[in-house]
């Protein structure tokens, strides 16, 4: 016999837990299904661990760059990665205890810690019962990619998760992939002494961004000691030692590379290959990723997949604006959709790149006109009285009707900055709109007024 649910929500990443404390509070019967750490990647692996490293990494190189601020620190600056692990376990594990006790007290609810497999349609087996309900919410969530490397099963391999276990510091740290996890790693390692290698087979770093991008972060990590080999497919790793040998193939032939350490961040899988579908009628692509349509629903009635493993969004944000797009659809008589939003993501290295909406090589692509602004971190004030005039911002706008396509911006404090644009888009205001507007001085979004009467046709 099943056990009968209003509602099963499978997975408590960023979607799964606020839903199931709307639907509860609206009196709905709902089964959580959580197989590890209740709050899932961003609250355990990725985002607040992550985010807390950056912090230690920034002190550490702050404190370096100490003399060229007129402050003596009389010594080498040493980072105590014990430390460093303990306050960033400490931030996480907070965040894991709140939303932990969230779910477990939720009324209205029961929790199986448990794997979840789809037995049917709406049948799910979970804690040794058999679940059923006539709504099912999947919010798994998505994992490190491994690609298949010779030898990679042969070695003990980092992903963003073991990494964030380590209370030593790798001498020498390779890592496989240069995009936002990848670069986010690499700077916070480098900063606190690691030797760090970046390999990608990319021609160039965070690939999907514009050239100037990943050229300027290129020379920034550079400019750290981090070696950044593009261009380079990784065939194959072996043990040398106490350490690994990466074999990579480029161009102009192959070449090894000795580490201490190998991080596997090339990318992410979602996870629904253990998720028992084959029993169901729930469409994947040719990655994995659950179809959904524009209000979340899969190609089952009555079954919505939210958060990363629907492939529409990567981020803790967009995860979370699953679960709002929902609870307004079946709880306020409301119509939101997918496609409302305008997707906005930061990459947190230092300085921080943003950006949201259409990239510069997007719009050209696409043979769209627009006009745009640029403008180097060297032209802000505030940048120069901080000493860190890295990046530069730029603006795309369109020329018909004023409306801000998109922005990318890599500068001191521009993942908060991006948020002016982020806000005027949603607002669909147009640049005309905020030119007269008084900004305070000095910040650094004082100057897009100034950047927007700067305004000229893309090439
Ligand atoms: C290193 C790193 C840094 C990141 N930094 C940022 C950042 O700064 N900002 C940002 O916006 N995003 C960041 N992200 C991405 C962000 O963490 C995710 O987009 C976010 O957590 C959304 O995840 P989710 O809600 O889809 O599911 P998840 O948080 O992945 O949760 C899915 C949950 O489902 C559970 N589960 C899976 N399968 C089953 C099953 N069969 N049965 C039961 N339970 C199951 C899992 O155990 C997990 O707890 C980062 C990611 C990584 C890896």
């Not at 649910?5 to 639907?23: C, E, H, K, M, Y």
């Not at 961040?265 to 629904?272: D, E, I, L, M, Q």
């Not at 922005?407 to 007269?436: F, P, Q």
């Given at each position: ?24 509070d ?19 692996y990725g ?21 060229d ?5 009389g ?26 006790s ?6 209205n ?44 099963d ?130 994947t ?132 900055v ?42």
């Amino acid at each position: 016999m099943a056990r009968r649910f209003d509602a099963i929500v499978i997975g408590t990443g960023q979607a799964g837990p606020p839903l199931a404390g709307r639907l509860t509070d609206a009196g709905w019967r709902c089964a959580i299904v959580e197989r590890q750490r209740f709050g899932g990647t961003c609250v355990n692996y990725g985002c607040t661990p992550t985010k807390a490293l950056v912090a230690s990494a920034r002190a550490a190189y702050m404190a370096r760059r100490a003399a060229d601020f007129g402050v003596q620190i009389g010594g080498a600056v040493q980072v105590d990665m014990a430390r460093v692990k303990r306050r960033k376990d400490e931030i996480a594990g907070q965040s894991n205890e709140s939303i932990t006790s969230y779910v477990k007290d939720m009324k209205n609810a029961v929790v199986f810690e448990d794997h979840a497999v789809f037995e049917g349609d709406r049948r799910l087996r979970a804690g040794g019962e058999t679940i059923e309900a006539e709504r099912v919410f999947i919010n798994v969530g998505a994992r490190a990619a491994i690609p298949p490397i010779e030898g990679l099963d042969q070695v003990p391999f980092l992903t963003n998760s073991s990494l964030l276990d380590l209370e030593t510091l790798p001498e020498h740290l390779i890592i496989l992939g240069g995009g936002y996890v990848g670069v986010e790693f690499g700077q916070i390692y480098r900063r606190f002494g690691s030797k760090v290698t970046i390999v990608d087979h990319a021609p160039r770093l965070m690939s999907s961004e514009d050239e100037d991008v990943s050229t300027e972060i290129r020379g920034i990590f550079e400019g750290e000691g981090i070696e950044v080999v593009t261009g380079a497919r990784v065939e194959g790793v072996a043990r040398d030692g106490d350490g690994l040998r990466v074999t990579i193939a480029q161009d102009d032939g192959r070449r090894e590379i000795a580490g201490s350490h190998f991080l596997v961040a090339a990318g992410r899988k979602p996870n629904t290959d253990d998720l028992g579908l084959e029993t169901t009628g729930i469409e994947t692509d040719e990655k994995g990723f659950v179809r959904v349509d524009d209000r979340l629903q899969t190609s089952v009635d009555g079954v919505f997949a939210l958060g990363d493993c629907n492939g529409r969004g990567a981020f803790t944000h967009t995860s979370y604006n699953d679960f709002e797009i929902l609870a307004a659809n079946l709880l306020d008589g409301d119509d939101r959709r997918v496609s409302d939003r305008f997707l906005a993501y930061a990459a947190f290295i230092d300085p921080p790149f943003a950006r949201v909406g259409a990239s510069e090589t997007e719009l050209k692509k696409a043979g769209r006109k627009a006009l745009i602004a640029r403008l180097p971190m060297s032209g802000v004030a505030r940048a120069r009285e901080r000493s860190e005039t890295d990046g530069f911002m730029k603006i795309l706008v369109d020329p018909h009707t004023g409306r801000f396509l998109g922005v990318g911006m890599l500068g001191i404090r521009c993942d908060e900055v991006v948020h002016a644009i982020v806000y005027l888009m949603h607002a669909r205001a147009t640049y005309r709109d905020v030119m007269r507007a008084v900004p305070i001085h000095p910040c650094v979004a004082e100057l897009i007024p100034t950047m927007l009467k700067q305004l000229e046709p893309l090439e």
